[in-house]
């Protein structure tokens, strides 16, 4: 059974950082495009950024500067590290694949299950 799991999200005062993980397990073949996504409370899910197979990333304008996106195709495994964080930045990041080749077929728009960021003074 494939799973995608995130892991890193804490409470953190303005200004701080965070790293967040998502791993993916199973018996994976290969990813194409794995993402970040954010919802807050009250508001639709939004994109954060992803990056392709190849190490392409593609961030939302207003994470650009602030966020960056890495991967290691090897592990399964994308992050997100988050500098000058902002109380708007509060929200559930949940991790996504595109698409999942698995030894009996694919999965498509695969989720996590979130991890809470809590950007607070």
């Known amino acids: 059974q494939v799973q995608l799991v995130e892991s890193g999200g804490d409470l953190v005062r303005p200004g701080g950082s965070l790293r967040l993980s998502c791993a993916a397990s199973?018996?994976?073949?290969?990813?194409?495009?794995m993402g970040w996504y954010r919802q807050a409370p009250g508001k639709q899910r939004e994109l954060v950024a992803s990056i392709t197979s190849s190490g392409t990333p593609t961030y939302a304008d207003s994470m650009k500067g602030r966020f960056t996106i890495a991967r290691d195709s090897a592990a399964n495994t994308v992050y997100l590290q988050m500098n000058s964080l902002k109380p708007e930045d509060t929200a559930v990041y949940y991790c996504n694949a595109d698409r999942i080749r698995t030894l009996v077929g694919s999965i498509y728009d695969y989720w996590g299950q979130g991890t809470q960021v809590t950007v607070s003074s």
């Open positions: 199973g018996a994976i073949v290969s990813i194409n495009t």
